[in-house]
């Protein structure tokens, strides 16, 4: 729901903070001075700071930082709302509705309503229609009864074409909002069919418990296994785990969840009294899924097939980095068997083990280089300790590094020292580690730019094409900190004050023979014939980099400041340091 802003400012006047974090965490106060240990990440000494007198808090060794709603967020994975209505409840204030503000949250609750309708319907008739014996047969050949049914909502969707459709509009749903809610899909006639048909449906919640979508088991004919809900306003796939909104309470109980591959998976898992079970909904496992689980528990564990498609999920799924504040492992599973086929074995308890004794996924990975090469042979050998070194070195940790070297050298018999210069050899060509040659006298030295340098430059080459997306946005020299871009802008902003836009801009009377770098770089951009990217991306992206800028510059400040002795000073810059990081929260939403 949505609530009125008096209502909000109430809550947040009584509700003492200080308290709040002191249900979750050891809080010690020095005078005016309030500290703890922030639950956000691993620490033992105090950094988080709290000032309880504005309901402001800031750690200054995570960078986690906010209000009272934002701590209960934080803590209890909830929303905006979510958090309120705790927050009110403790502090005994009766809510209200904002009209205003409900009407713009309305279009969600339709989408919302309507899957909602569709879970009850699927539901039922999984359990009483003829047409759905299939689907009985097989969930029984699971091992699933009518507990397993009720609590993941599972159902059946019937073969016919227009089966839900019509329901939905006995029930006051519109054609156009069960389409965009990817319940159905339309003809060419223009009317709308029901999206799935003759299917076993897994029916997928959000955090708060919401239903957004469906995977969908095909039972008979031709089709893909599984289809999944389309991307929609509630159903993004990239920030959907199915089975977290049952596991997140027991994850955050025992300090581990577990990825599996499937639905039946998660089901399986919680069958053996393993509730932690989370699964992507038909995409690969990336980084909004780990930011997610990131909020409950610091370990994740793998949990695939152990055939050469599964292995190669797990070690495929993060090439470009390693984690390095997650304790990301591996579940060695019997070969060919995925946790279904283990639990339907009667191997609940070699399953359990198997999460228990569950190896970091980077030694997972260095064990898979090694066994590819006959380590008896010297040559291969020496292919072995390099194809080691390009695993260990994506790790962002020295001391893991040096580690994971050693045991590469216990199971090669290579020295250390080979194996480490191997690791660096990789860093150094990948840009990971720099060297610091001596410079060259007669060559001039490589310009350095900015860490958004190709951004400002792909802005500069959208103002150059007059893209008609330019419209409206809000473009300032705050936006270039490169010497180069900053020096081009107001070239670039002069030529473009008089035209409309989509007209092409004429350089030549700007810089015509001007050989200048920045004249230089413009020709280039206006030269180069690839699409443009989206300009309200691109600024979004400088804004929050300018954001960044700004939060470090303020952290730094606060870390040097008595607090004792500047109450009032501290307050204001942790004030606009939680101001600036709210910015920053909205800006990545919008993008």
Known sequence: MAYSRDDIDLVREKTDLVELAAEVTKVKRSGRSTMAVCPFHSEKTPSLSIDGARGLYHCFGCGKSGDVFRWVQETQAVDFSGALELLARRAGVTLTIDPAAAKRRS??????????????????RLKAAPDAGSARSYLRSRGYDGDVVDHFSLGYSPEGWEELVRHLRDRGIRDDTMQTAGLASGTKRGGVVDRFRGRVMFPIFDLRGDAVGFGARILDGDGPKYLNTPETAIYHKSRLLYGLN??????????????VEGYTDVIAMHVADMPIAVATCGTALGEDHLDLLRRFSERVVLAFDADEAGAGAALRGFERSVPGDLDLRVAVLPEGKDPADVVADGGIESLQSAVAESLPLLQVRIDAELARFDL??????????KAAAAAIALHPDAITRHEYANGVSRMTGVDTSFVEQAIRDVRRRSGSSQRNPQPDPDVAPPIEHTATYRTELE?????????????????????????????????????LESLEPGTTPDLGAAIGSDESPQAEVLRRLALDVRPVADPAELVAKLDVFRLDGEISSITRTLQTIDRDSDEQGYSELLNRLVALEQEKRKKRVIE
Do not use: C, H
């Open 246 to 259: 049952w596991a997140k309470s027991d994850i955050v109980r025992r300090d581990t969840s577990v990825v």
């Open 459 to 495: 802005l500069l080459r959208t103002m150059l094409a007059n893209d008609v997306r330019l419209s409206g946005l809000e473009i300032s020299e705050s936006l270039f900190s490169d010497p180069e871009t900053s020096e081009a802008f107001p070239t670039v902003r002069s030529v």
């Open 376 to 385: 008896d042979e010297p040559e291969a050998r020496v292919k072995a300790v």
């Open 107 to 124: 279009q969600r609750e339709k989408f919302v309503e309507a899957t909602s309708i569709a879970v009850e319907f699927y539901t039922n």
